[in-house]
């Protein structure tokens, strides 16, 4: 059963870049039937996709954070990645990295999520 | 990008009510539309996808229909577990935009 985790540290300084890795067991990150997402959610707020990884290598990423967001994949670590540059405290969330369906748009499993705060 | 709008904001019910919750979106999304559950503490949960298609494991006492712009989530004979926020989705086209979500709490 695919399991996913993300990882990362939980406090980051506004106008640096926040880097979290996904690690997922149960299942490869290379197999082709797999596709990533991220998704983060601010305090009492909604869901926000950040941006979908497919299993070809193709990246999509939210409009309103292109700029800023870069994914990469390590399959020698079974991870992928998510990195956000130039940071301000709006981007205080959870970030949920999650297994997506490419041929339905819809995330299961989530791993727990990883609360990041950005403040001085 | 298309907006999804959720209503009720929040409903109150019982244990063995039937309980509705409405998604509307900004434009036609034929049935690219997905139902996640999240109780209070935990990560959201695939209910439903493609509109009406129950994912593996769910309960059938949760059902979902629609097409275009409007969409029902219904849950039918609410139980215990079942009290959690509810979000929608839309899935027909980058970026994927979610539902502000309805919180379903015990009356």
């Known amino acids: 059963q695919l399991q996913l985790q993300e990882s990362g540290p939980g406090l980051v300084r506004p106008s640096e870049t926040l880097s979290l890795t996904c690690t997922a067991s149960?299942?490869?990150?290379?197999?082709?039937?797999?596709?990533w997402g991220w998704i983060r959610q601010p305090p009492g707020k909604e869901l926000e996709w950040i941006g979908s990884?497919?299993?070809?290598?193709?990246?999509y990423y939210n409009p309103s954070l292109k700029s800023r967001v870069t994914f990469s994949v390590d399959t020698s670590k079974n991870q992928f990645s998510l990195n956000l540059s130039s940071v301000t405290a709006a981007d205080t969330a959870v970030y949920f990295c999650?297994?997506?369906?490419?041929?339905?748009?819809?995330?299961?499993?989530w791993g727990q999520g990883t609360l990041v705060t950005v403040s001085s | 990008d298309i907006q999804m709008t959720q209503s009720p904001s929040s409903v109150s019910a019982s244990v063995g009510d039937r309980v509705t919750i409405t998604c509307r979106a900004s434009?036609?999304?034929?049935?690219?539309l997905v139902w996640y559950q999240q109780e209070p503490g935990k990560v959201p949960k695939l209910l439903i996808f493609g509109a009406s298609t129950l994912q593996s494991g769910v309960p059938s006492r949760f059902s979902g229909s629609g097409s275009g712009t409007d969409f029902t989530l219904t849950i039918s004979g609410l139980q215990p577990e079942d009290f959690a926020t509810y979000y929608c989705?839309?899935?027909?086209?980058?970026?994927?935009?979610f539902g502000g979500g309805t919180r379903v709490e015990i009356k």
């Open positions: 989705q839309q899935a027909n086209r980058f970026p994927l935009t």
């Open positions: 149960g299942g490869s990150i290379s197999s082709s039937s797999y596709s």
């Open positions: 999650a297994h997506y369906s490419r041929s339905s748009n819809w995330f299961d499993p």
């Open positions: 434009q036609d999304i034929d049935n690219w």
């Open positions: 990884l497919f299993n070809s290598g193709s990246t």
